[in-house]
């Protein structure tokens, strides 16, 4: 060929053997030491022909050798060598060799300058896809887990971009460790790996199996987005340009179980973002992607997302709160689904630090009321559990006006869990409105229980006295419940008479002498001889404990 016979009027440069098949390698160290930069670069450019005329075993054996071992030149001469050995795998012998050409851009991945070594990168990914998957494993791996545990943080960077191409085609044990090593740049010691990993975290997640992108992608972004050093290092645009879109693809991602696990680290990733302009970012980058969460088709997405939503408007402050999540939370307390409603209201002391519980006063009611009436008993007891929090948030007016009802209501709950969870509402009530309130607004309506047909009902009064009479004090609990209390120790229903034995147990401590000796001790001498065993038994030990024998 003409680019093997063109120099042949400088005869034994390769030695002085005046062997013609070694010329073009001698030709081409001649030219790569010559002081000429450009004379350089052309003779990197014409390494296609070059490998022409030595032919295939000759370019696999020689050629790259050679320039394996002599990689050191101006970067602009080393960029060009690593684009063209992006297409050299024909030039060796086909994919069966491609991995002949890993050794030279192995090393082109390593050097300082960092466009010679995306070039590299970005070769290798295109050899990558020419190895069968054994010989990926074999050859193109073992490179990948090399240049990820290099010394010189140049290597370390390099390996980022190759994980994706890989991982697909490798076996399960060899995806474990492609995603170990992933794991350990994402924690590198030096800001610039660590960069380089979160700017491929999106593309990695991609290849990755839906169970490991649930357990290990959304962490390592969130860390990664938290991460005060590479912040610092790198500036904010690093998290804007190569997280919040890995970020978004997750929070778009077609199988609900990502995007439900990426909702869930909304607030995390957002509180971390850099202070500087992150209002901005998450009302530009991040809320479009969350309204339509609101509005997701899965159930588990939307609960997720509900219960770190509030906690936006922390972060985002009083008016960003009203203009921009105000009608997400009213959209998510009418919501189809309890758990959703249930996750925002649960997480109001967010918003009433804000902006006060008032703005959404009137869309909390209707979706409240539906909770409490659920048919789900495990909906209602969670309900009931935060109605002290609601209490205390919206005040003694509007909770007298709205709610009292409610909890006087799930007293007489078919299901006990409810009834019980609902005396400790009220006991909790009381000590956050005070005993005035309880004399009031409480009690009263608790001992009308007792005259209740329904024995359980009537039981209820006695758990309500039992929980009430410490927060209420000595005078209400004597004035007021004690005469209940005694009046149902002639109930006809025998677990009526011992829980009165136990409730004068309960209270006993906190009436005076007077009361103890002239009305408790009379009573329970006369439930001691009860014909009820259970009965005998509950007043004999309240009378041994109140030492009132």
């Not at 960029?79 to 991995?99: I, W």
């Not at 778009?252 to 901005?280: F, M, S």
């Not at 007043?539 to 030492?547: D, F, R």
Request: proline fraction near 5%.
């Amino acid at each position: 060929m003409a680019g093997a016979a063109g120099p042949r009027a400088a005869p034994g440069a390769a030695g002085g053997d005046g062997d013609d098949s070694l010329y073009p390698i001698a030709v081409l160290i001649d030219e790569l030491r010559n002081e000429d930069v450009q004379l350089r670069l052309n003779s990197i450019k014409k390494l296609s022909t070059i490998a022409l005329a030595l032919g295939v075993e000759r370019t696999r054996t020689e050629l790259l050798p050679f320039l394996t071992d002599t990689i050191y030149d101006e970067d602009e001469v080393l960029l060009a060598l690593a684009e063209q050995l992006g297409n050299f795998t024909g030039l060796v012998g086909g994919p069966d060799f491609a991995h002949c050409l890993l050794p030279p851009l192995e090393s082109l991945a390593t050097v300082e300058e960092t466009v010679v070594r995306d070039k590299a990168v970005e070769s290798l990914r295109q050899i990558s896809q020419e190895h069968t998957p054994v010989a990926l494993e074999a050859h193109f791996v073992p490179l990948v887990k090399r240049l990820a545990s290099g010394d010189w943080f140049t290597s370390r960077t390099s390996a980022c971009g190759l994980f994706s191409v890989c991982y697909p085609r490798a076996s399960n044990a060899v995806k474990a460790e492609i995603r170990q090593h992933f794991r350990s740049l994402c924690s590198d010691d030096t800001p610039m790996v660590r960069r380089a990993a979160a700017s491929k975290l999106g593309e990695f997640a991609k290849v990755l199996e839906l169970d490991s992108v649930k357990t290990e992608i959304v962490p390592l972004f969130t860390n990664l987005a938290s991460d005060e050093q590479l912040q610092k290092a790198v500036g904010p645009k690093i998290t804007l340009n190569d997280l919040i879109p890995a970020f978004q693809s997750l929070l778009k991602d077609c199988e609900a179980e990502v995007r439900a696990a990426a909702a869930h680290k909304v607030k995390e990733l957002c509180e971390n973002l850099p202070t500087e302009g992150r209002e901005a970012i998450i009302v530009n980058q991040i809320l479009p992607y969350i309204k339509e969460l609101v509005s997701d088709t899965n159930q588990h997405v939307k609960s997720a997302l509900a219960s770190v939503i509030m906690g936006l408007s922390t972060i985002l402050g009083k008016e960003n709160t009203i203009e921009h999540l105000l009608p997400l939370f009213l959209a998510q307390l009418k919501d189809e689904c309890p758990e959703v409603r249930l996750n925002i209201i649960s997480n109001l002391d967010c918003v009433n630090e804000v902006i006060g519980i008032r703005q959404l006063s009137q869309s909390l009611l209707p979706a409240i009321v539906e909770l409490a009436e659920d048919a789900k008993w495990r909906v209602r007891l969670a309900i009931i559990e935060y109605m002290p929090l609601l209490a205390g948030q919206l005040g003694v007016e509007f909770f007298d006006e709205k709610l009292n009802s409610l909890c006087m209501a799930w007293l007489v709950d078919h299901v006990y869990a409810i009834r019980e969870a609902a005396t400790n509402n009220l006991m909790k009530l009381v000590q956050k409105f005070g005993t005035e309130w309880a004399q009031n607004t409480i009690v009263p309506k608790v001992l009308v229980m007792a005259n209740d047909p329904n024995y359980l009902h009537r039981m209820t009064t006695l758990f309500c006295i039992n929980a009430l009479s410490e927060a209420c004090g000595q005078e209400i609990t004597t004035k007021q419940m004690l005469p209940i209390v005694l009046k149902m120790a002639g109930d006809q229903v025998a677990n009526v008479r011992f829980n009165v034995a136990k409730s004068l147990q309960k209270i006993g401590p906190i009436l005076d002498t007077d009361a103890l000796q002239g009305k408790v001790k009379p009573v329970l001498q006369k439930l001691g001889q009860d014909e009820d065993m259970d009965v005998k038994y509950f007043a004999q030990e309240a009378i041994s404990v109140l030492a009132l024998a």
